[in-house]
């Protein structure tokens, strides 16, 4: 009997043995691997110093460099005349934000405003439309494609999303002009999109199994695009319950530049409220010289009530063309001195996609500071992953020491990073300041639209070598940019899909 149990334990061990010889593959994670790593790491003194303070405190925290921040400083040579911090809250509106801080001093300027800021909302609500339009034209268009359709897959995983690019922010200002944020103020679903976008979402994946029915049973384009009519005015009805109705027209007035025009029916006012208080101003004995003024009487000089449409608003008060305004980018993967687009990222379906001519990192810079010391906001693009303290407001390369804490290599150059998915461009901010030394840019003066209670008073500084590793798009107006670069954007662009690391 015992004979019989050895054996049977025998027989089980070399039974266990031989399927992991015939199951086990090439590459896989086999107990012995495991055991001859397990063997090879030492908890040695920095080993277990690291663990204690990673499993004590947060990774940024134990990693931040002290000699940077010991460095740093927040004074620039050169700033642009800006107020008032914008706040995207818990949407990905930083394209649309960027686009407005960039134009917002133009109108401050022209007014002579201490303060203004745009409805953002107002621009989201058709953005949102627009994007609607699109997606369901493009379901008609590829109504023969396959659902796996690598396209088809893109535009179902995120059917109205918040993000875009400056192109898009130019074409729907160009189409349906702006309003101050009086005339449109933030919702619950504008500021927080993530159930307004989900919901949004499934009407339109809705809309498009219907779209593909309607075809299979018809073969009639004509009768899809009867159908969207419909569904675009279901895509209305939701935005309108979460975000309100945009204005057709607008009453507005305000302070500073052309205010006078009211100032001599103001004072009768006034004067016809110290008549009405009568003996009390006759009592009293005082010198009126010595009086203090009121001051909310001396600085609301406000100008004549006027109705605007968002076009007209836009056309008096700001006037840009911002189709002369062009993309300029670092494309770390491809040729330099060539025009790119990347196909489908338009938010209009008969607007533009996105394009830039691929120059050089130093271009970048010298058309930055150009259009700086020209008193104008620059919007770019960026990935803001890496190396940025949001509590101080500071973007540096190494910033965090995150090799030294693991004693690792993790270092990835900025080419590897993008077609490897390490780093993406995912935020848009504005350039508002630079620090030059010896004529050379030390460092950059940032307005972001994460609020006031983040960086230093919405501030960011960004450290020139930030800047090289990850700003990789700038936008400013054609008469900056040099021919040579202006006639790459005139070669016909090459295509590029929708899912390249440059989106």
């Not at 004074?75 to 509106?93: A, V």
């Not at 790119?340 to 810079?365: C, F, M, P, S």
């Not at 990073?417 to 300041?433: A, E, K």
């Amino acid at each position: 009997m015992k004979h019989d149990v050895a054996w049977s334990i025998v027989s089980f061990l070399v039974l266990v043995v031989l399927a992991g010889g015939v199951f086990a593959e090439d590459g896989s994670l086999t107990p012995e691997t495991v055991a001859k790593i397990r063997s090879e790491f030492k908890m040695d003194a920095h080993a277990r110093a690291t663990r204690n303070a990673l499993t004590s405190a947060g990774i940024k925290e134990i990693s931040e460099n002290r000699e940077i921040l010991a460095d740093h400083d927040s004074k620039f040579s050169h700033k642009i005349k800006t107020k008032g911090i914008s706040n995207q809250k818990g949407s990905g509106r930083c394209w649309m934000f960027a686009g407005f801080n960039m134009i917002k001093p133009v109108l401050m300027n022209n007014l002579e405003l201490d303060d203004f800021e745009f409805s953002q909302i107002y621009l989201q609500f058709w953005d949102k439309m627009e994007k609607a339009n699109k997606f369901l034209e493009c379901m008609i268009e590829f109504r023969d494609r396959d659902l796996l359709d690598r396209d088809v897959v893109f535009l179902l995983q995120d059917p109205c999303p918040d993000g875009g690019y400056f192109e898009n922010f130019a074409d729907l200002v160009g189409k349906y002009g702006v309003v101050p944020r009086e005339a449109m103020l933030e919702t619950a679903s504008s500021e927080g999109t993530g159930m307004m976008n989900r919901l949004l979402s499934r009407l339109l994946r809705k809309h498009a199994v219907e779209l593909r029915q309607i075809y299979t049973d018809t073969g009639s384009v004509k009768q899809m695009r009867v159908a969207k009519e419909r569904m675009i005015g279901e895509v209305y009805r939701m935005l309108v319950l979460n975000l309100g109705e945009p204005p057709v027209e607008f009453t507005w007035r305000h302070t500073g530049k052309g205010s006078e025009v009211n100032e001599e029916s103001q004072d009768a006012d006034e004067e016809g409220d110290e008549d009405e208080e009568g003996d009390d101003e006759e009592e009293d004995d005082g010198d009126d010289e010595d009086k203090p003024k009121d001051d909310y009487k001396v600085q609301q000089k406000w100008s004549e009530a006027r109705v605007f449409t968002p076009q007209s608003f836009y056309s008096e008060f700001v006037g840009l063309d911002l189709r002369e305004f062009v993309n300029i980018g670092d494309d770390p993967m491809r040729p330099k001195g060539r025009h790119y687009e990347i196909d489908l990222t338009k938010n209009l379906y008969d607007g533009r996609n996105l394009n830039y001519a691929n120059v050089e990192t130093q271009t970048l810079k010298e058309l930055v500071v150009k259009v700086l010391l020209d008193n104008k906001a620059v919007c770019f693009d960026a990935d803001v992953s890496p190396d940025q303290d949001s509590g101080k407001g500071i973007m540096a390369r190494n910033l965090y020491d995150f090799e030294s804490v693991y004693d690792l290599d993790l270092d990835l150059a900025k080419t590897e990073r993008l077609l490897y998915r390490d780093g993406s461009i995912n935020h848009g901010m504005v350039f508002v300041g630079v620090d030059l030394q010896d004529g050379k840019p030390v460092k950059w003066l940032v307005e972001n639209s994460w609020g006031s209670d983040r960086g230093k008073g919405g501030l960011w500084t960004m450290y020139d070598d930030w800047f090289e590793d990850n700003v990789y798009k700038i936008i400013v107006h054609r008469d900056y940019v040099p021919e040579e670069i202006l006639q790459v954007l005139e070669q016909p662009a090459e295509k590029l899909p929708v899912w390249d690391p440059m989106w």
